[in-house]
């Protein structure tokens, strides 16, 4: 911070003002609904800052669902305040776009005490690995932009002369392909890369092939948020948009329970989301949705009678399905396949009837059945999801059988009815974007090097030097769900260039293990994340406020809602030393001999200006779209970029002083959306993405393509498969119901404090979220546990430690413990004492590559040794 300090007194505010500011910008936080208060500490505000600094929209970057609105008051190059959107009155159908608890913390991360302020290198690292136990643990030492840049530049060519480009696995975060690094990478003769489902689990791959899927993207078969207003009943299942997806989703469903909608929540955590809508509690088991759906199939089948309970909607399944029964099931395939008959155990046996079905799911056999009629089809209903329950294990058929469900009952393609996943950005609100943003213009770098590890043995692959090779890319590329093909690998480098992937990969434990076998760990880094912490060069980079400017939102994949874009601009100067990632990346390319402009061909300012020239917004017509931004010859001179005039709805002097361009709606408006419409209308000219251009049922294609890529086996119709560490896995013999080991199963919900791990060293949020594990009060209790004990969870793979809250909110048997926090291994026993949720999960990729998250077993028992202290009372990890 020294260098804001000596800012700060070198220019007209003076220190003292300065700590009059942050002081009264904290009074009003703490004031907030306080009344006569908040006007005073804001008079104070406004009399030190306002009067002499300036509001600039500031960055609020991170994956959660929101990506609001969110500027700075800078005062002489200081953040004395922060705000969001007032660009317009709010209101329901024109909703500002505001900021949640984590972004208005901003300013605590990006000027945080624990900023990485220099290159560093692990003190017992010399190049060949060094001591490579103490990775975690040593002492860091500061060393010069040139020297580190020298040491991985040199251990780069060492070891592609003697390993080859194949032992360099490069760890970008979301994708290894889109960052800075990945284009030196490729041109320095290519990378391995590290692939994961990531947030979307078995709805990475199955909607498309079984023809769920609008827009292209798996999150766009709900209709938008005007018609949910239209819905009688809405079924969530594994949804809390109110945590997980901030911004304006709660808002819209708090609009829909305002039109009268009847909410029902299915999920083992009665969450917040639930609580605010009213909504009817099924605690179901983790990883058991699918035969709680069954049986939910199995009702609607045997209630079903057309004219005294309608409750089937035949002709939807007859004309625009695929395998519900043995009349229409794919040519050449066996009828006794079919779904119906499954369901009701004509071959196997086994009906999948409430009661079948409760004795795993744990929702009792009679609310089963009442379920079951809510759905029927002469109602409005809306069944949406979110993906928690497809990051499970053997998960792959899950969203072909919500597809399923929704199909029988008719609700999809008309207004009031949808059925399908909805969550982070686009939650409540489906339908394309109606700002889309722009692209920077950089041509693609291909990688010739076409390994590519799933997150579920990544780290075995590094340890054991073997893993199964199923394509290239990312999971959303076609190339990446191949037959599976067992592949020798040897890496030596890992190169963390985005993301938490050690933090939040599965098998923590032994991701810690492999980055202590390679030569070189590397890591880019705003603060001692858990990739730093075990890495041997780290480069501090710079904060997205740090640099020239950009945007987010305007797509439909992790990004702001459908119906703005943000920009924002600069709020200050780098940081001490720290660098941009192209900075980085550039630097390198000249160590090792590659031309920076094969790179880059063109700077930071001119790939911002193509992107905002790019940008395109949605006509007054609902259907064509045009340029956003006019753009004059002035400002182009005044960017110092290359281009031409142009003409659009918002000035660029206009979108740069507001933040964001919004479009304005209203109901019955051209912009709404009801999804799988054109479909209904007419589905021979509106083929789905399935073989047959239906929705399958039944699909071949998905069982062949999961079969074949050799983590696990499925079926080609909807059915439950027990999943790797489930219910099932709590006992030592099911038969006799004797539990095991592990007899709890373990969730890891969103948590307001992060996203995902992204704020977690903030003392603000560190004081207001304290971050426990949820515990049922009756499962404590039978253990000994008290509310704020410090427990003991323990798994086949790792032990954390955490203090206990206790809630009837959690179903009894499962232990939830919230996503996303900082591992704090104490090195002498082995157990994390930060309660990172993944240091208790391990390495085991099912069907398409799924990790897992929500799938875990475990045991709980009070901890006597020592009690947790408050996370806000831990020493930040601040180095030099």
């Known amino acids: 911070m020294s260098r804001l300090l000596d800012k700060i007194n070198d220019q007209k505010i003076s220190r003292r003002n300065f700590l009059k500011a942050t002081a009264a910008g904290t009074a009003s936080l703490a004031l907030a609904g306080c009344g006569s208060g908040l006007t005073s500490a804001g008079e104070k505000v406004n009399a030190l800052g306002e009067e002499q600094g300036e509001w600039i929209p500031a960055a609020c970057w991170h994956n959660c669902g929101g990506r609001c609105l969110n500027k700075a008051l800078v005062v002489d190059g200081v953040v004395v305040r922060q705000k969001t959107d007032d660009t317009h009155e709010d209101s329901p159908d024109y909703p500002q776009q505001r900021g949640c608890l984590r972004g208005r913390s901003q300013r605590q991360q990006v000027f945080g005490a624990d900023r990485l302020k220099y290159p560093m290198k692990r003190k017992h690292w010399q190049p060949g690995g060094g001591d490579k136990s103490l990775r975690g643990k040593d002492e860091w030492e500061r060393i010069s932009w040139d020297e580190a840049l020298t040491y991985i530049a040199d251990e780069l060519q060492r070891v592609k002369k003697d390993y080859g480009n194949r032992s360099i696995l490069h760890i970008g975060g979301w994708s290894s392909r889109i960052t800075d690094i990945s284009r030196t990478l490729g041109l320095f003769g290519g990378y391995c890369e590290y692939w994961n489902t990531n947030s979307f689990g078995s709805w990475a791959m199955t909607p498309k092939t079984v023809g769920f899927l609008q827009l292209g993207v798996w999150d ?21 948009p109110a945590w997980s997806a901030m911004g304006s989703s709660s808002w819209h469903y708090l609009q829909a329970k305002k039109a009268g909608a009847k909410f029902i929540g299915i999920d083992p955590f009665y969450n917040e989301s639930y609580s605010m809508l009213g909504a009817e509690w099924v605690p179901v088991r983790p990883s058991t949705d699918s035969a709680l759906l069954l049986a939910i199939a199995y009702v609607l089948i045997t209630k079903d009678h057309p004219a005294m309970n309608p409750l089937i909607d035949w002709e939807f399944l007859n004309k625009y399905c695929l395998g519900f029964d043995a009349e229409h099931m794919p040519e050449g395939e066996d009828p006794q396949g079919n779904f119906k008959d499954y369901v009701l155990g004509t071959y196997d046996g086994v009906p999948k009837t409430p009661a079948w079905a409760s004795e795993i799911c744990g929702v009792d056999k009679i609310q089963i059945e009442k379920l079951a009629m809510e759905f029927r089809k002469d109602k409005k209903v809306a069944f949406l999801c979110g993906m928690a329950s497809a990051r499970t294990t053997n998960s792959d058929n899950l969203p072909q059988l919500i597809m399923t469900i929704g199909a029988m009952t008719g609700h999809m ?6 059925t399908g996943s909805t969550m982070h950005a686009t939650s409540g609100n489906g339908g394309p974007a109606l700002v889309c943003a722009g692209s920077n213009g950089l041509p693609g770098i291909a990688n010739p090097v076409d390994d590519s590890i799933n997150a579920g043995q990544v780290w075995d692959a590094i340890l054991n030097g073997k893993y199964n090779f199923t394509g290239s890319g990312d999971f959303v590329s076609p190339d990446q769900f191949k037959p599976g093909q067992e592949r020798d690998i040897d890496i030596h480098i890992i190169y963390h260039s985005g993301g938490a992937t050690l933090q939040t990969s599965d098998g923590m434990t032994k991701g810690i293990e492999a980055h202590r076998k390679v030569d070189l760990v590397v890591s880019h880094s705003q603060f001692v994340t858990t990739n730093s912490k075990y890495a ?10 740090e640099k020239f400017g950009g945007f987010s939102g305007g797509t439909l994949v992790h990004s702001g809602n459908r119906e703005m874009l943000i920009m924002y601009s600069q709020i200050t100067e780098p940081l001490y030393e720290a660098r941009s990632d192209q900075w980085i990346a550039i630097e390198l390319a000249k160590k090792l001999g590659i031309d920076e402009k094969e790179a880059f061909p063109f700077d930071e300012k001119q790939q911002f200006f193509n992107a905002l020239a790019s940008a395109t917004v949605v006509n007054e017509d609902g259907k064509t779209y045009g340029p956003l931004v006019t753009i004059t010859q002035k400002d182009i001179d005044e960017m110092g970029v290359a281009g031409k005039p142009q003409t659009g709805k918002i000035t660029y002097r206009e979108l740069k002083e507001k933040g964001v361009y919004q479009v304005k709606r209203s109901p019955g408006d051209n912009y709404g959306y009801i999804a799988y419409e054109d479909f209904v209308k007419d589905p021979g000219k509106n083929p789905l993405t399935s073989e047959s251009g239906k929705l399958e049922i039944y699909s071949r294609q998905l069982a062949k393509t999961v079969n074949d890529m050799g983590f696990s086996r499925i079926h080609p119709i909807p059915s439950y498969i027990p999943p790797v560490n489930g219910y099932e896995d709590t006992f030592q013999d099911w038969e006799s119901k004797a539990k095991g080991e592990y007899p709890y199963q373990v969730i890891n919900p969103h948590y307001l404090r992060r996203s995902h791990t992204v704020f977690d060293n903030v003392k603000w949020l560190q004081e207001a979220w304290s971050n426990p594990v949820f515990l049922n009060t009756k499962d404590a209790q039978a253990k000994g546990i008290s509310n704020g004990d410090t427990v003991l969870i323990t798994s086949p793979y790792g032990q954390i430690l955490r203090n206990a809250c206790l809630t009837e909110r959690v179903r009894p048997g499962v232990v939830a413990l919230p996503h996303g926090a900082w591992v704090d291994i104490d090195e002498q ?52």
């Open 829 to 880: 026993t082995g157990i994390d004492r930060g309660g990172a949720d993944n240091i208790l999960s391990g390495q085991v990729p099912t069907g398409q590559g799924v990790s897992g998250f929500n799938t875990g077993v475990a045991r709980i028992e009070k901890y006597t040794p020592s009690k947790l202290i408050p996370d806000v009372e831990k020493p930040a990890r601040i180095v030099f």
């Open 220 to 240: 766009q078969t709900v209709n938008d948020r005007f018609d949910l207003r239209n819905c009688e009943t809405i079924i969530m299942l594994s949804m809390n």
């Open 536 to 545: 041997d060069i780290v480069l501090p980079v710079t904060t997205e406020w």
């Open 413 to 418: 393609g008309k207004s009031g009815h949808m």
